[in-house]
């Protein structure tokens, strides 16, 4: 949630860490500070709110310096204000620190700080560790010393970094659990660190990753990295290919929309150098999957949190009729606390946009322990996820700063179908003429995207009729029934509208309630093997008077006359229909979330990427 930019170099440290919050802004924040160090004295400015109100603060009272932090702060401990905005400054002033994470002994080490006589200046559990780096160094620690030593006090996963008075030519980074990543940039006579690549994305591309119970200490023109137990680390040199230019909006009104259209590009890309439409072969090379790895799985585990569990739903769908492997969907909130029954036969598949997201984490961490085969798929080369797994597949997808996902809902929904394809040709469940003909369908695909993608003002117009609403039914069949799922979130995260899904052949056990002229319902009724079921769903909640909107593939000339409006989407194969229908709903919700005024790249109490229980 939170973001961290550090610089240290010759340059002035304060425009590159404006900016690089500026790029970390899509991950949620509610306020926003920096610090430097000139002529050996720490200065701070911070202010409540939007960064706009942290750049005007810093232009009515500048500062500089050849070294800075800065920070986006979501608020779990004390109130949204000033004085618990980051970064914090301990008592001495040799010391200040930026943090994600939760320390969850704060209470005990605060009255332990309390009892020493310390004057404590915020509400935050982040001050207690900067106070405690400065009762070290006051005992003749050295800084770094001073910074492992404390988090050996320290409880719960944390992400830091720190800069002093005292050694004010090196910025110390640490991580303790999963609290978020931390990423080394390798410039020019200059180093940059920051919690997520898009920050520093404009000075370089060459970066490292900090892992989980390790320390960094970043100087001008190098870096070292050790455990907090003092091992050296010889970390992996990394570069990344996006280009910070895809992380601007362009001709389009948000990031949002900019991404929704995007997806020609991002399946495009997905698809590219994995698929041999002549030979009719899937690849999937980082994945290391073996025929005789393969069959030896005998149930796959997906899971992932909000929209990245849904992709898993439709996973399942997938998997389960091409590769005839058993899947489970669990929410990867709940896996850990769950007891689960997994073994060396069980691969569990985590999903997530940024491979950070710390349930998702923690998922993994607990399957590994159990014995577990760990796969992932990540949009961010280099995250936690893709570290921790023994096989992966990229998304593709290119930075995503909407919070709200899009096309890192529709690129895994693509990864997905070539990991069935994949593991059903290992197992021996897929000829090769059925191998052929699934990939052929795939080829149709981002240019049906982009007619669907053309039809934008006819959804808008659908909008408009809707954009009053209060509440809404969404409905869905089969692999169409995860589909409901999401366009019911997206709904929800952007327009604030409430909405609720179901399965459509649950509506009549319940929802069916509360359907009358004031509930839309939207349903997706194309043309599957579910679709007569889908009919019958919508005479029943058509005979109660709801406004029905159905998704529905061209040419379908019996849906007109059962709803009152169509969102049509190009015929293609059934198993990558999810693909379109999702995208269709996602225009719909950001049409009615921006006719209803919304901020619809970041929405309220929402957060791009979830690094926090």
């Known amino acids: 949630m939170c973001g961290i930019v550090a610089y240290i170099g010759a340059k002035d440290a304060t425009p590159i860490i404006l900016h690089g919050l500026k790029r970390l802004e899509y991950r949620g924040y509610d306020s926003a500070g920096m610090a430097t160090i000139q002529d050996g004295q720490i200065n701070i400015r911070r202010d409540v709110g939007k960064l706009a109100r942290l750049q005007n603060l810093v232009s009515e009272q500048p500062l500089s310096g050849n070294i800075g932090i800065g920070h986006t702060r979501w608020a779990t401990h004390g109130e949204p204000n000033e004085r618990n905005a980051h970064p914090h400054m301990g008592a001495t002033g040799e010391v200040v620190i930026v943090h994600n994470g939760i320390v969850e002994n704060y209470i005990s080490l605060r009255e332990q700080l309390l009892s020493a006589g310390v004057t404590l200046k915020s509400d935050t559990d982040s001050e207690v560790i900067v106070h405690l780096v400065e009762q070290y160094m006051a005992a003749g620690y050295p800084f770094k010393d001073a910074v492992g030593h404390t988090i050996g006090e320290l409880q719960g996963a944390s992400a830091m970094v720190l800069i002093s008075t005292q050694e004010p030519d090196r910025i110390i980074a640490a991580r303790v659990g999963n609290a978020g990543g931390i990423a080394i940039g390798i410039g020019d006579d200059e180093m940059f660190v920051a919690s997520d690549m898009p920050a520093i994305l404009d000075h370089t591309r060459r970066m490292a990753f900090l892992e989980p119970g390790c320390m960094a200490v970043v100087s001008q023109n190098d870096f070292s990295i050790q455990t907090l137990s003092g091992e050296s680390v010889s970390p992996e040199l990394h570069t990344i290919p996006w280009d910070p230019v895809a992380a601007e909006k362009g001709e389009y009104r948000h990031f949002m929309q900019k991404e929704i259209h995007e997806q020609v590009r991002a399946i495009t890309d997905t698809i590219s150098g994995r698929v041999d439409f002549s030979a009719g072969a899937v690849f999937l090379p980082d994945l290391h999957l073996t025929e005789a790895t393969a069959r030896t799985i005998n149930r796959i585990v997906i899971t992932g949190c909000g929209t990245a569990s849904h992709a898993g739903m439709v996973g399942k769908v997938l998997i389960e009729a091409l590769a005839r492997v058993p899947v489970e969907v669990s929410i990867a909130s709940e896996f850990r606390y769950a007891d689960p029954i997994v073994d060396e036969n069980t691969v569990l598949l985590a999903i997530s946009q940024s491979g950070e997201t710390a349930d998702t984490l923690a998922a993994m961490a607990e399957g590994g322990e159990r014995g577990a085969t760990l796969w992932s798929i990540v949009n961010v080369i280099g995250s936690q996820a893709m570290r921790m797994a023994a096989g992966f597949i990229p998304m593709q997808a290119g930075p995503e700063i909407g919070v709200a996902s899009t096309k890192a809902f529709t690129t895994p929904l693509v990864d997905l179908y070539l990991l069935a394809i994949l593991l059903g040709k290992l197992r021996g469940e897929l000829d090769n003429e059925r191998v052929l003909q699934l990939v052929k369908e795939l080829a149709r695909l981002p240019q049906q995207v982009g007619t669907l993608l053309d039809r934008e003002p006819q959804i808008k117009r659908v909008a408009r009729t809707l954009m009053n609403m209060q509440h809404c039914l969404y409905l869905g069949r ?97 198993m990558l229909s999810p693909v379109l229908t999702t995208i269709a709903l996602q225009l719909l919700a950001y049409h009615i979330a921006v006719l209803r005024g919304c901020d619809v790249d970041q929405p309220r109490n929402l957060a791009k990427s979830v690094t926090v229980e």
């Open 478 to 574: 089969g692999i169409q029934m995860p589909i409901a799922y999401e366009g019911a979130l997206k709904l929800k995260e952007i327009s604030y509208i409430h909405a609720e899904a179901y399965p459509a052949g649950e509506m009549k056990h319940g929802p069916i309630a509360l359907i009358d002229r004031d509930m839309p319902v939207v349903a997706i009724v194309t043309r599957t093997r579910w679709y007569d079921k889908m009919i019958s769903q919508l005479q029943q909640a058509r005979a109660r008077g709801a406004p029905i909107v159905a998704v529905a593939t061209d040419g379908d000339e019996r849906i007109e006359e059962l709803v009152d409006h169509v969102l049509w989407v190009p015929d293609c194969s059934w």
